[in-house]
């Protein structure tokens, strides 16, 4: 690592901007540069309105860089070496987290954090270095969806509506999950009908996805029927433009109690953690793609951009996957 003497990019805080020192040094560095990151801890807390914990996060894995930094240079960080750092080190300190068998996603955090100092120092003009521009933040796998098998669904479907004393809340309920597992729906999605969009006969639904985009997915009767025995004990007069689902005063649906109602199922089923409202969509597709569904068709359903992220569920079934080839490859029974 590089340190000339004078090295420029680097500059001393000016008395005003020098804040009160950090409470909690848990690494070696110059004054100067325990200044500046307090002046970054203020900026992420004032600014960004990060929360403490993630402030806390943030501080851990600048120090963790630094305490490299010692050991790597021979000498307590400043403002000087900073400047001075070239990609060789930074590159070196990936090297030295995946020798600890730090996960990909944990080396790409902290080269996250790094930037975001670094950018900081560059705004404020205190110090300027680009080197982090030529470093590649690691590549990382995406993550298999997680889904429930097909009686761990139709278990929490058939409990549901006994979770909740007011019948009415209760077909709610059981109304919103079967749109999440019977049509695909994100929880969003599902929140976000109104009372003229309800699908109340089987058909097709459209939906109003992300980024303003819109798809139609198919209704089934049973979706249909659990939304009609719904809307028949709604002890609300819905406007059409108002929201199809609602909360005891009326209100649209917060999120949070299709949230607490999947807990709630967990605990009562021995569901696993990941049986999330998220995890009916996943398990929409996954059961979908077992049955024999088109991946192209299931992009289309699920609102994909792109079919890689459909491909996802792919993953999950290999015994698929290969009776697809077993049936389909000329070259399969030879």
Known sequence: MARPAGVRGARPL???????????VRFAASQELIEAIALWHSWLTGERRASPHTVA???????GFLEFLTAHGGGVPGLKILAALEPGDFRAFLARLARDDAARGTAARKLSVLRSFFRFLDKRKIVSNAALVSVRTPKLGRPVPKALTEREAQAALERVALLETRPWMARRDLAVLMLLYGCGLRIAEALSLTRGAAPEAP??????????KTRLVPVLPAVAEAVRDYLAVCPFELQPNDPLFVGARGRMLNPRQVQATMAKLRGALGLPEHATPHALRHSFATHLLAGGGDLRAIQELLGHASLSTTQRYTAMDPARLLAVYDKAHPRAKD
Not at 15 to 23: A, G
Not at 57 to 63: C, F, H, K, S, T
Not at 203 to 212: I, S
Request: charged share 25%; proline share 14%.
């Open 203 to 212: 058909g097709m639904l459209r939906v109003a996805g992300k980024g303003g």
């Open 14 to 24: 000016p008395r005003s901007l020098r804040p009160e020192p950090v409470p909690l």
């Open 57 to 63: 996060a943030y501080g851990r894995d600048l120090a």
